[in-house]
């Protein structure tokens, strides 16, 4: 890993300690430069979505006018946790860097129920099926 990035998230994640936030912290690069950094502000901003690697990748997106972050490498602290890694393949980042594994003590919370809904579904399949379509038409 080159050493200006571990330096870059080390001083972050020092940043989001001092601010009593879980010292998690996030920098995206690409072409060999930091595009953009963050740390862990769930704490502060009561709000479950800011994870360094939601920030890093938002204000990223915002850089370069694009959700789509090809060709961008991010580097953690920590091993991206299932939310993250599901934005992360989404933005479209090809490479993911960390220095630690998820540490043993700390629990994921998945006691949510996922149930499929029966009702209306031919309705709305044929809404997503139309939107494609106009989508495939004006290419």
Not at 55 to 64: C, G, S, T, V
Not at 101 to 118: A, D, G, H, R, V
Request: hydrophobic share 35%; glycine share 0%; charged share 35%.
């Amino acid at each position: 890993m080159n050493d200006k990035y571990l330096k870059q998230l080390i001083k972050l994640a020092k940043k989001a300690s001092k601010k009593k936030e879980v010292p998690i912290s996030a920098i995206i690069v690409k072409d060999g430069k930091i595009i953009s950094k963050a740390f862990n502000k769930r704490i502060k901003n009561n709000n479950v979505l800011d994870h360094a690697e939601i920030m890093a990748i938002r204000k990223a997106e915002k850089k370069l006018k694009d959700w789509r972050l090809f060709d961008c490498d991010l580097y953690v602290t920590l091993k991206p946790c299932s939310m993250c890694e599901t934005i992360i393949k989404q933005a479209r980042i090809k490479n993911v860097y960390y220095l630690l594994e998820k540490l043993n003590f700390k629990k994921e919370y998945n006691k949510t129920n996922f149930i499929k809904i029966s009702e209306n579904k031919q309705m709305y399949y044929s809404i997503l099926q139309d939107f494609f379509k106009k989508k495939r038409d004006k290419k």
